[in-house]
């Protein structure tokens, strides 16, 4: 008997249609099991974990030949998550399970629910991944609603607007389809109220001195800037990087989904949260491979820059990790998306994030002294290309702290230091009036050309400033827009509706790094 059960594969982010077909000949004598459909081995592993499943829950599998066809069939499909529907589809082939009759029997109807989840071999179901985005599937094709493990309930309740079953053991699942037990859907969470700003681990009122470093990462924050600190050893550069989660503003609901879906298709939403409710940070080892940066696999996952998706990306000691992994930035940091391109497929992810990045001065990590310690220094950080640096709108020295300020144990009267929280005042007016005057979302780190010259006018004097510096410092075109970028967002910083020749000074004296050819 031929039976069809909903299920779902993931592509990238984005869930797609999967059908699993179970055709079960209790006719044949060929004892054995087959399943199509461009499987890998966790897939075809499936049969051996759902017949022991469904014998250890009570029930036996078809005596005679099974195939399993998972559709469409010129898509890899990959993991445990189809150990559910093929096990619903074997009971539905037997007749254990079937859809309403118009007679009043009660049970649902297994062909308007998507199934996923992995058995366990006594039946119990384990988490899977993806969960949020197979909900948002079933919403947009008009199911009734998805079943789904007990732990990925939470998590894919997030979508709203579709019931949500969340099953430990496939005995339940067996009662809820032939109306044993009545289903219970999960509530869909109020995201709004999930939403929260996380105190980052280290407070801007803990860090001695450096009130240029702090300045600079008021105006990154508040115009969505990315941002490279130079600077010795012990300049507070990594305690500054791992602050600046405090002064970003909290997460907007769309925003919190997204990153959740991220999360959960590469696996990493932590147990027990079904919501991702704080800007992320990401800091990986400078010998991260360029895939584990940027994302792959034969089957791509998401890398660090989509998993700092509309977080932040720290990058401690920039000029230690490989060319190549570098200069893989440069293209999803212009674009905020990364395409990773293969023989079957290419998939997108969303790669929105700030970009921070600690670099020493030389390889030992002293400040340069005479000629030739600034010879040095040049060829330290010749390991960061021109293009790249061009693409990091501000660039700030971190000097090291005098001793002074490391020993003062107060405050000295009359003298404010800058703690995360009015750090964070200052970044949230300023995005409110980016949010004014450019409607929605838009931050000044992605405005174009043509959107400058409408938002960032300035005037015939400040215009011949800053076409001095661009002949004198012989600045790129492209930080020519980075400069106006960050001239609008320090206007906005400042509360001025009109960028001024000072803004403009400001943002020229952080192209530190510009080099001349």
């Known amino acids: 008997m031929l039976s069809r059960v909903q299920s779902y594969l993931m592509q990238g982010i984005d869930a797609q249609p999967c059908e699993v077909e179970v055709d079960a000949d209790d006719q044949d004598i060929q004892d054995k099991s087959v399943v199509v459909g461009l499987p890998d081995a966790g897939v075809k592993e499936s049969v051996e974990r759902v ?6 829950s009570g029930y036996s599998w078809p005596r005679g030949r099974v195939v399993i066809n998972l559709a469409p069939a010129d898509i890899r499909k990959e993991g445990p998550t189809y150990d559910l529907p093929i ?11 079937r859809p309403p009759r118009e007679d009043g029997d009660e049970g649902l109807d297994f062909r308007r629910v998507l199934f996923g989840g992995e058995l366990a071999l006594d039946g119990r179901l384990r988490p899977i991944k993806g969960a949020i985005a197979m909900a948002a599937l079933a919403k947009q094709r008009g199911a009734w609603g998805v079943m789904v493990p007990a732990e990925n309930a939470g998590e894919a309740a997030v979508v709203g607007g579709i019931a949500i079953i969340g099953v430990r053991t496939l005995t339940e699942v067996i009662g809820l389809l032939r109306g044993e037990i009545e289903p219970q859907p999960m509530a869909a969470p109020d995201v709004a109220s999930l939403l929260q700003n996380t105190p980052a681990p280290v407070d801007f009122a803990d860090v001695r001195g450096q009130d240029g470093v702090k300045r600079a990462i008021i105006i990154a924050a508040a115009g969505g800037h990315n941002l490279l600190m130079l600077g010795p050893p012990g300049s507070g550069k990594t305690m500054m990087a791992k602050a600046l989660a405090g002064v970003l503003p909290p997460l ?15 696996g990493q939403l932590p147990p027990g949260q079904s919501l991702i409710t704080s800007r992320p940070v990401r800091s990986p080892h400078h010998t991260a491979s360029a895939a584990a940066i940027v994302g792959g696999g034969m089957i791509p996952r998401p890398g660090e820059i989509s998993l700092a998706h509309r977080g932040v990306l720290f990058l401690d000691e920039m000029a230690e990790f490989p060319r190549d992994v570098v200069e893989s930035l440069r293209q999803p940091m212009e674009d905020h998306v990364v395409t990773i391109a293969r023989s079957h497929a290419a998939v997108r992810f969303p790669a929105s994030f700030m970009l921070i990045a600690a670099v020493n001065p030389t390889p030992r990590g002293d400040m340069p002294v005479g000629e030739a310690g600034k010879r040095i220094m040049e060829r330290y950080l010749e390991r960061l290309s021109g293009p790249m640096l061009d693409r990091i709108d501000i660039h700030v020295e971190a000097p090291a702290v005098p001793f002074r300020e490391l020993a003062r144990g107060s405050t000295p009267q009359g003298r404010t230091v800058e703690s995360s929280a009015s750090m964070r005042a200052k970044v949230e007016l300023a995005r409110q009036r980016q949010a004014a005057r450019q409607g929605g979302t838009l931050i000044n780190a992605r405005l174009s050309g043509r959107q400058l010259d409408q938002w960032a006018a300035m005037s015939a004097q400040t215009m011949s400033v800053l076409g001095d510096a661009m002949t004198q410092l012989r600045l790129s075109a492209r930080a020519y827009d980075k400069i106006r970028r960050l001239a609008r967002t320090i206007a906005d910083v400042e509360g001025s509706e009109s960028v001024t020749t000072d803004h403009v000074l400001e943002a020229i004296q952080y192209r530190l790094l510009d080099r001349k050819p």
Do not use: D, F, M
């Open 51 to 56: 017949k022991s499943a469904l014998t250890n």
């Open 87 to 97: 096990a619903v589809g074997l009971l539905a082939a037997q007749g254990v399970v």
């Open 252 to 266: 907007l609901p769309e925003e919190a989904i997204e990153i959740t879906r991220i999360y959960s298709a590469a």
